[in-house]
């Protein structure tokens, strides 16, 4: 199985249709279906912590996707 490394830009710009990399984030997504995603703890928390001040939506969605 291939796998790939996601960092924490790529969280934001998944769950922010706002981010400037929104579009790109879900083309890349097309290519690397099947893929095991690689992260750190730490990357884990700095989305919880980005996300702590976005709408409750998008916190809920981050939390659920990180539970």
């Keep these: ?8 830009q790529y ?4 769950f922010q249709e706002s981010d400037r990399w929104h579009e790109r984030v879900k083309e890349v997504e097309l290519q690397i279906v099947g ?5 750190t703890d730490s990357i884990l928390c700095e989305i919880l912590n980005y996300s702590s001040n976005c ?5 809920q969605e981050v939390s659920a996707f990180i539970a």
Excluded: P
Aim: glycine share 4%; aromatic share 18%.
């Design 11 to 14: 969280f934001i710009a998944t």
């Design 1 to 8: 199985m291939n796998s790939v490394f996601v960092d924490t």
């Design 35 to 39: 893929y095991k995603f690689v992260t």
């Design 55 to 59: 709408g409750l939506e998008t916190r």
